[in-house]
């Protein structure tokens, strides 16, 4: 278990690293808060987490890990698509679309696929 804890203070550590860098020395625009989505998050949890549970009694110990990264990726998957939606939804034009609403909208994507992968290495053994 202390394998576990100490990988995933490594991945938030270098995340985290990693971000600030960007932000700081690449040049790129934005700061930490566009990482943060509560929405986004609560979706992908919600959503990936209610696909497992329903199909959890079909699965044997080891497979369940491997379900829970596939149901969170695929929940990424989808609230980016409700993102989407709801950014050309208010939109009357292409040009219109592409502000900072894609950005907010694959955050999801990126919540489904590290939750998932972390859940996944502290269910197996």
């Known amino acids: ?3 576990k804890i100490l ?9 985290i690293g ?3 860098f960007a932000l700081s020395s690449e ?3 934005g700061s930490f808060a566009m990482f943060l989505s509560p929405p986004s998050f609560i979706f992908v949890v919600g959503v990936g987490g209610g696909l497992t549970y329903m199909r959890k009694h079909t699965f044997k110990d080891e497979e369940l890990g491997k379900s829970i990264r596939s149901d969170f990726a695929l929940a990424g998957w989808l609230g980016f698509l409700v993102g989407i939606i ?5 939109s009357d034009s292409i040009v ?3 502000s900072g609403g894609l ?3 694959s955050i999801t994507i990126l919540y489904g696929y590290l ?3 972390i859940i996944e290495a502290f269910m197996t053994n």
């Open 1 to 3: 278990m202390n394998n």
């Open 7 to 15: 990988g995933l203070v490594v991945i938030i550590v270098f995340a």
């Open 18 to 20: 990693a971000i600030a």
């Open 27 to 29: 040049g790129a625009s």
């Open 86 to 90: 709801l950014m050309g939804a208010g």
């Open 96 to 98: 219109n679309m592409s």
């Open 103 to 105: 950005s907010a909208a």
């Open 115 to 117: 939750a998932g992968a």
